[in-house]
């Protein structure tokens, strides 16, 4: 009886979905667990082996809680909208929905090659109009939301307008534009159009004009993130700053309750402090600097260092700042131009990064310091930007490297307000010593003085205490075609919801996607879909990816509801996510915009609960080991690795599926592409040695490693049991297909303590030996708490260490082996299965017991004491950890070595330290 590992598993796969095996309930007695992983968007490349290690991991940890006796909610779906899927149609020349089908298929067959315990009835997918009807829902609940700042809670936008009718603006700050004041009287007299304006500036989705990354080439625009070095991340694309109106989240109004929130979730260290950062907050003032010349213009600042407002010698706006246009002078007109034209085409990005080239440009305008009226030069500079703060900064070069390098770069003159202290190479301030440059503020501690200046500052008129965040509104909207169109309409220009039982509003199927003129999405070009009637049109942006990744994990908990995103009794009984596993490259973009929809939920009464996701894992990388080839320049002939230096030679990346370990198939790489058709080799003793580098797993450097691959030629079972061997889930590193053959002799070694190829089942009955117990139960101690802790590799390590004793005992018992199958479940459940129905059980193991572990069978009762003559280890004996000091005694003198090295001498005396060692003095 072999192990037949390929048709097992595809025996029990088959099996598990004929049973609907991981159907999962809302309707459970048991305690429940959610297990999440960030789901995955179907691209044409498919799973390479990289991917499946978070889903592995998660899967380990349902199996093992469902084992436990936890209703486990385990599901998948497909994060089907965005960008790549629409560029990849437009390459393909085939319509995004027919490739995302195709590739969801695609991925599904991979999946399930690995057998996933997914529910896959609980499938969503977000370009589904039955998904996305929802997500415009939510998005209409966002529109017609605002912050209440007071309770610091969204509330229904017609609590705005009650308050608005009954005292104007009185007490509620405008988020978006705080110059907004009214009277009750005045908001009565408003017309309609002048009234939504107005509500605009506080909805949580709003429209705005801003600077946006704008790229041509692709017709959308772009997230920050996804620009590099004033390129497309994707296609290596020009990318401009242009201003168009957009949609936006207010996501600056949760900026606080998503710091506090994560006091309350499990995220490692270093994600909680990306998210800190991320959103900055910081405290300080906003002080008013009048412009030189001018009754009315005024540029305000935000400084977390009121106190040093008297060492400021000069202000940068950035380049986008409103005022730079009108206080220009006519001499600096080209040169601020000119400079601005090269600004465009930096992302925001580099100039938040780049640290080393200085740049700007003298508008030829002042202002004046508002407590002692000295002329203050007003430059602009690309490291400011205009939507952090104000967009202005006052300049201190004496306390601030940046600025003391900007002064001396442009010979600004730097007022030497600290003496001695101040060395003439950098800034180097010192405690107090701007603090003295004012007699208010002589000899006072900094904090103290700062408090003061605002005081000062509030009480002229200048200013006032502000708390900034560095995080800014989120943009939500994109000029694409493959995304969910906006719930709205424009009547006259003006925003209004459509109907909610208008939607889903349907994206309309059309074969030509091309972006709409002036920056417009591809829908712009579908007039008879755009146009309702002569004054109505529809949004043509769509909205970003996030979209439908940032509230999935709720439809889950009831996917087939066509009356609400998700019966409340769903979600109040799967509550948040128990444990969520993803990639740290969404620690900032994905996870905030989904802590920001649940908190906006919560708020509004939708749900029961403020985070999404209890505990965070971020399973690392699994690197791809490239494999290098060496051309000879200007030939198309290749040289060996061991060779290469005789030669002038290009590296070139190939295909690591046709390659042996290091030694290239030469043939296959003649027919892997049409240029090598003709190759010619340069071989050492005979054979074609390839160079190796450790990358990302990637399909362009053609690294990647197909997992149906990997379970074709080893199962299943293995390729699990490897990912997790490899080392911790939260750690990169490398794939090595050879490394994967221990863990299969691994499992073929389990099989045979279990059945024998020629006599069969060869399990027996009977009672365990306290050694055979002793091995099974530090197992179950052991496998018990490393998956619950997710220390997945050193569990496989355990369970090798496991059967490895096991078969030098010869233990063929079921008492044993039994047990040892539901433990080792999670992780290789298709073999586990086989083996437990071989055993003549008539249940699945999927719903066995989980062993209990017992202390008293692995509590060892004797010791193996090291015996030493006058200090010197000799000879070693083993007692019983309760024996008699006398009988101990007794035995050791008796014993042959000891006696030959005593040499005939009499025993002065015997130390016996219990459980340590036994030392004889003659």
Not at 16 to 22: D, E, F, L, N, V
Not at 59 to 70: V, W
Not at 330 to 346: G, T
Not at 681 to 707: A, D, H, W
Request: charged share 25%; with cysteine; proline share 4%.
């Amino acid at each position: 009886m072999e192990y037949n590992f390929r048709a097992i598993e595809k025996k029990w796969q088959a099996h598990w979905t004929s049973t609907k095996a991981y159907r999962v309930s809302n309707d459970s007695s048991k305690p429940k667990c959610y297990v999440l992983d960030m789901f995955p968007y179907p691209s044409g490349t498919g799973l390479h082996v990289g991917h499946p290690l978070g889903y592995i991991s998660s899967d380990i940890y349902a199996r093992y809680k469902r084992l436990k006796g936890f209703n486990v909610l385990h599901p998948m779906g497909w994060d089907a909208f965005g960008l790549p899927a629409e560029q990849y149609a437009l390459e393909t020349g085939q319509h995004p929905a027919i490739t995302t089908a195709q590739n969801i298929k695609a991925f599904r067959n991979q999946l399930d090659n690995i057998g996933f315990c997914f529910d896959w009835e609980r499938e969503v997918n977000t370009s589904d109009p039955g998904y996305y009807k929802w997500t415009q829902w939510i998005f209409l609940q966002l529109f017609n939301s605002w912050f209440n700042r007071s309770l610091q809670k969204a509330e229904h936008i017609d609590t705005l307008l009650a308050a608005f009718e009954k005292n104007g603006n009185a007490g509620i700050e405008c988020p978006g534009d705080r110059a907004i004041q009214f009277t009750a009287e005045e908001w009565k007299q408003f017309s309609e159009i002048r009234q939504r304006e107005i509500l605009m500036h506080y909805r949580l989705a709003y429209l705005a004009y801003a600077e946006v990354n704008w790229c041509p080439a692709l017709g959308t625009v772009l997230a920050n993130d996804e620009v590099v070095n004033g390129v497309s991340e994707r296609g290596g694309h020009p990318v401009i700053k242009k201003k168009m109106r957009q949609w936006f989240l207010r996501i600056t109004e949760y900026a606080n309750r998503l710091l506090e929130g994560l006091e309350t979730v499990a995220y490692s260290d270093a994600m909680k402090e990306m998210q800190r950062n991320w959103i900055g907050k910081s405290q300080g003032a906003e002080i008013t600097f009048k412009i030189e010349g001018s009754e009315f213009k005024a540029v305000t600042v935000y400084t977390t260092r009121p106190d040093t407002i008297f060492g400021v010698d000069f202000m940068v706006l950035a380049p986008e700042h409103e005022l730079v246009s009108s206080i220009t002078t006519a001499d600096k007109q080209a040169e601020v131009e000119k400079y601005l034209d090269y600004v465009q085409s930096r992302s925001e990005r580099e100039r938040m990064a780049e640290v080393k080239q200085i740049t700007g440009c003298f508008t030829g305008a002042y202002v004046l310091n508002p407590f002692n009226g000295k002329r203050i030069p007003v430059w602009i500079s690309e490291y400011v930007l205009a939507g952090y703060g104000t967009g202005a900064i006052m300049a201190v070069p004496c306390g601030d490297q940046r600025d003391y390098s900007f002064a001396k770069h442009f010979n600004i003159p730097i007022t030497n307000i600290i003496g001695d202290a101040f060395n003439g190479e950098e800034a180097n301030p010192t405690k107090d010593a701007i603090l003295q440059h004012s007699d208010f503020l002589d000899g006072i501690e900094m904090r103290a003085a700062m408090d003061l200046v605002i005081d000062k500052v509030e009480a002229a008129g200048i200013g006032k205490r502000q708390i900034n965040y560095k995080m800014r509104d989120a943009g939500f909207s994109r000029q694409r075609y493959w995304g969910e169109p906006f719930p709205i309409v424009y009547k006259n220009g003006v925003a209004y919801a459509a109907d909610s039982k208008e939607l889903p509003v349907t994206l309309p199927h059309v074969e030509n996607y091309k972006p709409g003129e002036e920056g417009e999405g591809p829908l712009a070009n579908i007039t008879e879909w755009v146009n309702l009637d002569a004054d109505t049109k529809r949004e043509t942006n769509t909205m970003p990816g996030y979209a439908g990744s940032s509230w999935y994990f709720l439809r889950y908990t009831d996917p087939q509801n066509t009356a609400a995103f998700a019966d409340r009794k769903a979600t109040d009984y799967w509550n948040q996510v128990d444990v969520y596993i993803g990639g740290t490259e969404h620690a900032v973009g994905h996870l905030l915009y989904s802590r920001l929809w649940t908190k906006a939920l919560y708020d509004l009464g939708y749900i029961g609960f403020q985070e999404p996701y209890k505990k965070l894992i971020n399973q690392g990388m699994i690197g791809g080991n490239s494999r290098l080839v060496y051309r000879v320049r200007g030939t198309n002939t290749f040289v060996s690795a061991g060779l290469k230096d005789k030669y002038e030679t290009d590296e070139l990346h190939v295909d690591v599926n046709i390659v042996d370990g290091v030694e290239l198939d030469t043939a296959a790489f003649k027919q892997w592409r049409h240029d090598y058709i003709d190759a010619e080799f340069i071989l050492e003793n005979g054979k074609y040695i390839c160079g190796t580098q450790l990358e990302k797993m990637s399909k362009r450097l053609f690294n990647t490693v197909n997992p149906n691959d990997v379970v074709e030629k080893f199962g299943a079972d293995t390729f699990r049991m490897y990912e997790m061997f490899l080392g911790p889930v939260e750690q990169s590193k490398p794939w090595d297909t050879k490394g994967i053959e221990g863990v299969h002799r691994f499992l073929k070694k389990l099989w045979r303590l279990f059945a024998d190829e020629q006599k069969g089942l060869i399990v027996k009955e009977g009672d365990a030996t306290p050694e055979e117990l002793k091995v099974l139960h530090k197992t179950i101690q052991k496998i018990d708490h490393d998956t619950e802790h997710f220390s997945y590799n050193t569990a496989v390590s355990q369970f090798m260490i496991c059967v490895n004793e096991l078969s030098t005992l010869k233990c063929n018992k079921r008492s044993v082996l039994e047990p040892l199958l539901v433990l080792l479940t999670p992780y290789a459940p298709h073999i586990a299965e086989e083996l437990w129905h071989l055993l003549g059980n008539t249940t699945s193991v999927l719903d066995a017991a989980y062993p209990v572990f017992e202390e008293k069978y692995t509590k060892e009762s004797a010791f193996a004491y090291p015996i030493a003559v006058n200090g010197k280890t000799r000879t070693e004996m083993s007692f019983a950890l309760d024996a008699d000091n006398a009988l101990i005694e007794k035995e050791v003198l008796a014993n042959e070595l000891v006696q030959k090295w005593m040499e005939g001498k009499a025993l002065k005396k015997m130390v016996i330290v219990k459980g340590r060692m036994i030392n004889i003095v003659i």
